[in-house]
């Protein structure tokens, strides 16, 4: 049982780049999320997607789009790379309805932008 | 103020310590509590959930002062492994994980 996979693990960009972070999950979760975590910001919320077809926004939406392709899989995607972008990336899923339910986290992305 | 604040340590202890972090919270209106641990450079993972009774798993015990706004952790017997950071998370709204709010961390590194 994989549980929640992501790649890639480490990516560097330079300005204005775009590329898409993939994320998968096996456990048959409704809920899905993109966080990212810098030092002295602790985990910030991206986007989420409560069930398949739907996406929100969460905390930092700014310069990233997502993509809920199906229930097991939600893309995060940097249309035009900024070094503020710099971050570990976090894909986390969830089941949904479910009281106090955890947040199963994939390995994360280790992104650096020049 | 932070609307979640955590110690953010080191805290050293030896093998076999006791050990207890805080987490304060600032809206009084939080629903849900817990607690996650974080290794170096992996991805936080479950720890517990804070139970407004308290509730204990093995070696941790979690605990919430909702009249003072805060969540405790309590470490006994403290082994290695267990060095990592702990993260306090708060939830706003019950049962909605879009609605999580994350400390900083405390780290903890228990020595030989």
């Known amino acids: 049982n994989a549980g929640v996979t992501q790649t890639p693990k480490f990516q560097v960009l330079k300005t204005g780049q775009s590329m898409t972070l993939q994320c998968a999950q096996d456990?048959?979760?409704?809920?899905m999320y993109w966080y990212r975590q810098d030092p002295g910001m602790g985990l910030r919320l991206i986007y989420y997607s409560a069930s398949e077809g739907t996406t929100d926004k969460g905390e930092v939406p700014n310069g990233y789009n997502v993509s809920r392709l199906n229930k097991r899989e939600f893309s995060l995607r940097l249309e035009s790379a900024a070094p503020s972008q710099t971050s570990v990336y976090f894909c986390?899923?969830?089941?949904?309805?479910?009281?106090?339910?955890?947040?199963?986290f994939g390995n994360g992305t280790r992104l650096t932008v020049t | 103020r932070k609307e979640v604040e955590q110690d953010p340590g080191p805290f050293n202890v030896p093998e076999g310590a006791t050990v207890a972090f805080n987490c304060t919270y600032s809206n009084s209106a939080s629903q849900s509590f817990f607690w996650y641990r974080q290794d170096c450079r992996k991805e936080p993972k479950l720890l517990m959930s804070?139970?407004?009774?308290?509730n204990e798993d093995g070696r941790f015990t979690a605990q919430l002062n909702r009249a003072s706004q805060y969540i405790s952790l309590l470490i006994r017997d403290s082994k290695l492994s267990d060095s990592a950071t702990y993260l306090c998370v708060v939830n706003t709204e019950a049962g909605n994980n879009r609605k999580l709010i994350w400390g900083l961390g405390t780290s903890l590194a228990v020595n030989p």
């Open positions: 804070v139970y407004s009774s308290g």
């Open positions: 986390a899923s969830s089941e949904v309805g479910v009281y106090n339910s955890p947040l199963h």
């Open positions: 456990m048959n979760h409704n809920s």
